[in-house]
């Protein structure tokens, strides 16, 4: 199973970017799902998580802007970013859960913000 995120990109201050994760392979279920970042310098940190049952978790640092889906049927995760901050800047990351294996990462996707 592979992980391919793409969406990211070159934004201005206060712009939109739509993030998507796709899983290639055979996947019965997804726990969850997650979208992790890391800038350069820092430790890699959680952004939002969804369950299955569709339960959602952000950062603080994220709340009211970032907004976290799931479509199981295509295996696939979306982050809608609205109000993007130059400290949004950083390589994302994905992550699916799947019962009995381990976890599955994708390999990033560059997001960065100019002021």
């Known amino acids: 199973v592979q992980l391919q995120a793409s969406g990211g990109g070159l934004v201005r201050a206060g712009g939109s970017l739509r993030l998507s994760c796709v899983a290639r392979?055979?996947?019965?279920?997804?726990?969850?799902m997650a979208w992790y970042r890391q800038a350069a310098g820092n430790r890699r940190e959680l952004v939002a998580d969804?369950?299955?049952?569709?339960?959602?978790n952000y950062a603080e640092s994220v709340k009211g802007r970032f907004t976290i889906s799931r479509d199981d049927a295509k295996k696939t995760m979306y982050l809608q970013m609205n109000n993007l901050k130059p400290e949004d800047t950083a390589v994302y990351y994905c992550?699916?859960?799947?019962?009995?294996?381990?976890?599955?990462w994708g390999k990033g996707t560059l997001v960065t913000v100019s002021s």
């Open positions: 392979g055979t996947i019965f279920s997804i726990h969850a």
């Open positions: 992550m699916y859960d799947v019962p009995g294996a381990m976890d599955y």
């Open positions: 969804i369950r299955e049952s569709g339960h959602t």
